[in-house]
């Protein structure tokens, strides 16, 4: 795996897997406004669709999540001089108070008045403000364990911590000198 440099600052990375075109980050945002991969992927969830959300619309669910992305990619990407990730990126268990080594991280767009986003990106935690994204999904169940999909994205983020451990990154000073040796 590589690490490609989303924002100048040195606070937003993707992992580039072996074998894969792009960044998470590039793919999970062509993904999330593919209307033919959408349309297949809210046939083959419906009813998770229905039954955690209430939607039963394929139609409405597509233009949702592309609203949405382009909103969570809007506040990701944001770089005005007060731009904080950490605003946006939160633990990915909901009851972690604290901050950990190289934490597991999600970010989703700001509440809607329509419904909760489903739209989720994943991300290890460097510092405080520094992320790396290892994916992302459309999370329509209550946890993640449930479906193979967002299962795999919980592989992907272990996997990512793990090679990041076994480099000795504790911080993005030990990051930056592996994306050196990388790149």
């Known amino acids: 795996m590589t690490f490609d440099k989303i924002l100048e600052n040195n606070t937003l990375w993707a992992v580039r897997y072996d074998g894969d075109s792009d960044n998470s980050f590039s793919m999970i945002f062509n993904q999330w406004n593919d209307i033919n991969w959408l349309w297949e992927f809210f046939t083959n969830n419906n009813k ?8 039963t619309d394929l139609n ?4 949702d999540t592309i609203t949405d992305s382009d909103e969570l990619e809007c506040l ?7 731009a904080n990730l950490d605003r946006h990126f939160r633990p990915l ?3 972690r108070t604290i901050d950990m080594r190289l934490g597991k991280e999600k970010a989703r767009p700001e509440q809607q008045s329509r419904h909760a986003s489903w739209l989720r990106l994943y991300a290890i935690k460097l510092e405080p403000g520094c992320y790396v994204i290892t994916g992302g999904a459309i999370k329509l169940t209550r946890t993640m364990e449930e479906r193979e999909h967002t299962l795999k994205e919980l592989s992907k983020m272990e996997q990512v911590r793990n090679y990041l451990i076994e480099q000795g990154v504790v911080d993005v000073a030990g ?9």
């Not at 998770?48 to 939607?55: G, N």
């Not at 409405?60 to 233009?63: G, L, V």
């Open 48 to 55: 998770d669709l229905e039954s955690y959300f209430k939607i």
């Open 175 to 183: 990051f930056e000198e592996i994306t050196n040796e990388t790149i």
């Open 76 to 82: 990701i990407l944001d770089i005005s001089p007060d």
């Open 93 to 95: 268990e909901n009851n």
């Open 60 to 63: 409405q669910a597509i233009y």
